[in-house]
């Protein structure tokens, strides 16, 4: 491709050559100039270089920051160890992953519009960032079983729902996942494409086949949706006639038990997590549908940045409505969890430290 446009330039002489040179540097920058089947280089100007690196560079340690906060919280306070926050635990490291690995892998493939690391490096990256995108929609899931269980089923919740449960549950989702995209990358002819005439030296994908976009839509977000909607429909039912039950009880003057309070809290959080489920959905039924329906790559890449934006979103969710959430963001920031014992305070109580 190069050298053929070499001997067009051989043609022209003086003042022609030398435009035609200028407009050939400015039209035609390689990712790798010294291998002749490199990748077009994209253009871009300083400005927007600039801009874009640092754009995402706040996005990503905001996503880090945010989730970090959570993580500290669940892990050092006593009063957080529960079933539910196990996953919720998972869900932010889970965006702490995408915070400190997807966003600056996918932000260099955006800005440079070149592959610098190698074939081999492509495809790690590729399999990491699906791992780490598919299972947090099994944390969601997970999420959506929990509340499920503890609403609808509050006498089993103890003994179906425990922290060792939802640990081993966690852990076979990440399992499950590695050994799905690995397979998925390694059956769509990824180590072959390096081969390929179509593809140029310098480019960072594996050519899937419509029939395993369409098999991989239905089994990585489409089955999991499903569950997800059911479970949730069935929940806020069961919560709505709770309430109703209790809000009457209250009215007539009648005693109201503790389980009838409890329930009602179960209830709360149960809406609090449908929310980030419903907010998780919202960024990813977009990208989805459009990535087996558009051929527009600007499309996709600002859909695909959209489910990423959402790591960053979810302890924004916690924060509106979990008051233990402010209380601990506030002791870690303040490096009060340094103090002996911090992590025995009950954070739940009204009063502050």
Same mark, same amino acid.
């Given at each position: 491709m190069k050298e053929q446009k070499g001997d067009q330039n051989k043609l022209l002489t003086g003042g022609d050559s030398l435009m035609a040179n200028e407009t050939e540097d400015q039209e035609t920058q390689y990712c790798f100039p010294d291998i002749n089947s490199s990748c077009v280089k994209g253009q871009r100007s300083v400005y927007e270089y600039n801009i874009?690196?640092? =754009? +995402?560079?706040?996005? /990503?340690? !905001? &996503?880090?920051?945010? %989730?970090?906060? =959570?993580?500290?919280?669940?892990?050092?306070?006593?009063? $957080?160890?529960?079933? &539910? %926050?196990?996953?919720?635990?998972? $869900?932010?490291?889970?965006?702490l992953l995408v915070g400190i690995i997807v966003m600056p892998i996918q932000a260099i493939r955006l800005i440079e519009t070149c592959w610098y690391f190698g074939h081999t490096f492509c495809g790690l990256s590729l399999i990491i960032v699906g791992v780490i995108t598919s299972a947090s929609l099994s944390n969601l899931v997970l999420i959506a079983v929990d509340r499920y269980v503890a609403v609808c089923h509050p006498l089993l919740y103890p003994q179906k729902i425990t922290i060792t449960n939802m640990l081993m549950s966690t852990c076979l989702s990440w399992v499950y996942y590695s050994v799905y995209n690995t397979v998925l990358i390694i059956y769509n002819g990824y180590f072959e494409t390096s081969e390929r005439a179509d593809v140029c030296y310098g480019e960072c994908l594996v050519m899937i086949s419509f029939s395993w976009l =369409?098999?991989? $839509?239905?089994? /990585?977000? +489409?089955?999991p949706c499903v569950i997800m909607i059911t479970l949730y429909l069935r929940i806020f039912y069961v919560a709505h006639q709770q309430v109703k039950v209790i809000n009457s009880l209250m009215k007539g003057g009648k005693c109201v038990t503790e389980g009838s =309070?409890?329930?009602?809290?179960?209830?709360?959080?149960?809406? &609090?997590?449908g929310i980030i489920v419903s907010v998780y959905l919202l960024c990813w039924i977009p990208y989805s549908i459009c990535s087996v329906t558009v051929n527009s790559s600007t499309a996709i890449t600002v859909?695909? !940045?959209?489910?990423?934006?959402?790591?960053?979103?979810?302890? $924004?969710?916690?924060?509106?409505?979990y008051p233990w959430f402010k209380k601990t963001a506030k002791l870690i920031l303040t490096l009060k969890i340094f103090q002996p014992a911090s992590s025995l305070i009950n954070i739940f109580m009204e009063h502050d430290l």
């Open positions: 874009m690196y640092v =754009v +995402f560079s706040l996005l /990503s340690a !905001w &996503t880090v920051f945010l %989730n970090l906060l =959570v993580i500290i919280s669940i892990s050092h306070f006593k009063k $957080l160890h529960t079933p &539910t %926050n196990v996953i919720i635990l998972s $869900l932010s490291f889970n965006d =369409v098999t991989d $839509l239905f089994i /990585s977000f +489409f089955s =309070v409890k329930r009602k809290s179960e209830s709360k959080a149960a809406l &609090t997590l859909l695909s !940045w959209t489910v990423y934006a959402n790591s960053g979103l979810n302890p $924004l969710v916690y924060a509106l409505f």
